[in-house]
């Protein structure tokens, strides 16, 4: 086979991995969108109705580490399969609910899909393909769909919320998910490993990481003083300090500790919680600002930040080439800094701050810093590992992106919500006090972009990543089978 033949036989695995990624991502935006139809249609409570979006990522976020050590040990392929199949009828249950509880079960068994899936499809761009270029490409198309996908979200939410009704944003996964389930006979054969997910590592580790995610949600709606976020703060440090550990003297570890003796995964994940603070955290509050100040439909706001989607896209295109000749720290760096000056020039924002020459402008420069520091530290955390412990890598990079993001909306979120709060912030009017409290948020978003970006330069290599470094690839699989 020509080396051609090969790059296009291996276009089709990737796509598949990228759309599933994107389907998973965007699937968290859309439903945002549809939240006051689904309140209306089916008489949800407000106490009721977050959990339509914290159930979802409560699960996905708490089940990843699983999720990615069952693709290690059952096949990821295998697993991928199941877990997007997971999903198409958790998206057909959503779309035909009919009061919130029912909503809410499919939402939860949503993210459960999706902690199966996402792990495994990151795992997986590491085995299909033996061209360093094509690799490193389909990295920076999965770290750009983890962006681009609440873009996508908020404009096809929109959409089709307007234009049919809100039970279409669940509808929409099923025909995508078919797709990917069928393309994902285009994936690599199935590759089991020796071991077995121990029940002690497996409950502390999961128990734990839903203590952290569901203690961020809660202080993102009620604040830094709510005693359950506290109480749930404590219980999940005790739980994931027991699980740290059992897991080092465990013969069939959850997560291998071995995995944080290298410099470069450890300080990849911790600037990719960092980086995931910032970006999103920022989008969260631009977001509101928009639609709260300056009266943006939801539709509009989200058009709006289609230079956001440029700036992603130029950022993960460019990031590969650069990564053949610069070493990661510099290319991570460079995407945090940059970030971090957008958000910074976000936090300057008034009552009456033109799209065009501010918010355009600053938008792109947020995702191009953002494309091009996913993809350094995607690179820096899943390449060095050995087969039988990839699927873990990248859920632990998943994981600590999903926490990041969670940490951002609560974060920034709480701090907008304190200054604006503020009795003399109050008394210059609504409108003044809502940017005086997004504009503190998005100083503090410049400052975590900064850590991130110093972070990067304290830990990963100063050397480019060569062919040497990279997982040994499978095969690829040109059946149809298992």
């Known amino acids: ?29 859309i439903v945002n969108i549809a939240l006051p139809s689904i309140q209306r249609d089916l008489g949800v409570t407000v106490e009721h109705l977050p959990w339509v979006v914290n159930a979802y990522t409560l699960a996905f976020g708490s089940l990843l580490l699983l999720g990615g050590r069952i ?28 009061n919130a509880t029912m909503l809410i079960v499919a939402r939860a068994i949503q993210g459960v899909g999706a ?25 920076s198309l999965y770290g750009a769909m983890s962006a681009l ?15 049919l009704d ?20 285009t994936l690599v ?22 203590a952290l995610v569901y203690a961020i949600t809660r202080v993102g709606e009620n604040g830094f003083t709510d005693p359950i976020a506290l109480i749930l703060l404590g219980a999940a440090a005790v739980l994931l300090a027991v699980f740290v550990l059992t897991q080092a003297h465990s013969s069939s570890s959850l997560v291998p500790l071995s995995l944080f003796r290298d410099r470069n995964r450890s300080g990849a994940c911790l600037a990719m919680l960092l980086l995931a603070i910032g970006p999103m955290g920022a989008f969260y509050v631009i977001t509101l600002y928009l639609q709260q100040v300056q009266q943006y439909s939801p539709l509009r706001a989200g058009v709006a930040w289609l230079p956001f989607a440029a700036g992603l896209v130029l950022g993960a295109g460019t990031a590969p080439k650069l990564l053949l000749k610069t070493a990661p720290r510099s290319v991570a760096a460079l995407g ?24 355009a402008p600053a938008m792109f420069v947020l995702a191009l810093g953002f494309g091009l520091g996913i993809l350094a530290l995607t690179q820096a955390a899943v390449y060095r590992v050995d087969a039988d412990k990839a699927g873990i890598a990248s859920a632990l990079l998943n994981s600590a992106q999903q926490v990041g993001v969670a940490l951002g909306l609560a974060v920034l979120a709480g701090v907008a919500a304190a200054v604006t709060a503020q009795p003399e912030r109050a008394a210059r009017g609504t409108g003044e006090a809502l940017v005086a409290g997004y504009g503190t948020a998005l100083t503090v978003a410049a400052g975590v972009l900064f850590t991130a970006g110093v972070l990067a330069l304290a830990t990963l290599s100063a050397h480019p990543v060569t062919e040497q470094d990279t997982p040994e690839p499978v095969e690829m699989n040109t059946g149809v089978g298992n």
């Open 115 to 139: 902690a199966l899936t996402a792990p495994n499809a990151l795992a997986l761009i590491t085995t299909t393909s033996s061209e360093r270029k094509l690799r490193d490409a389909a990295l």
């Open 166 to 185: 809100w039970r279409w944003v669940f509808f929409i996964n099923i025909p995508i998910g078919l797709l990917v389930l069928l393309g994902s006979r």
């Open 71 to 98: 693709g290690d040990l059952w096949g990821r392929r295998r697993t991928l399969q199941l877990g997007i199949a997971v999903f198409i009828v958790a998206s057909l249950a959503g779309g035909l609910g009919q």
């Open 149 to 163: 996908g609440i873009v996508v979200g908020l404009l096809l939410g929109g959409v089709l919320t307007d234009l």
């Open 189 to 210: 054969a199935a590759d089991r490993h020796h071991g077995r997910v121990g029940t002690l590592g497996a409950v502390l580790g999961t128990g734990g990481m839903v």
């Open 336 to 359: 945090a800094l940059l970030s971090a000056l957008a958000a910074f020039w976000f936090s300057v924002i008034s009552v009456d701050t033109g799209y065009w020459l501010h918010l």
């Open 1 to 29: 086979m020509t080396t051609t033949t090969r790059q296009r036989a291996g276009i089709i695995p990737l796509l598949v991995i990228a759309t599933a990624q994107l389907t998973l991502v965007l699937d968290d935006s």
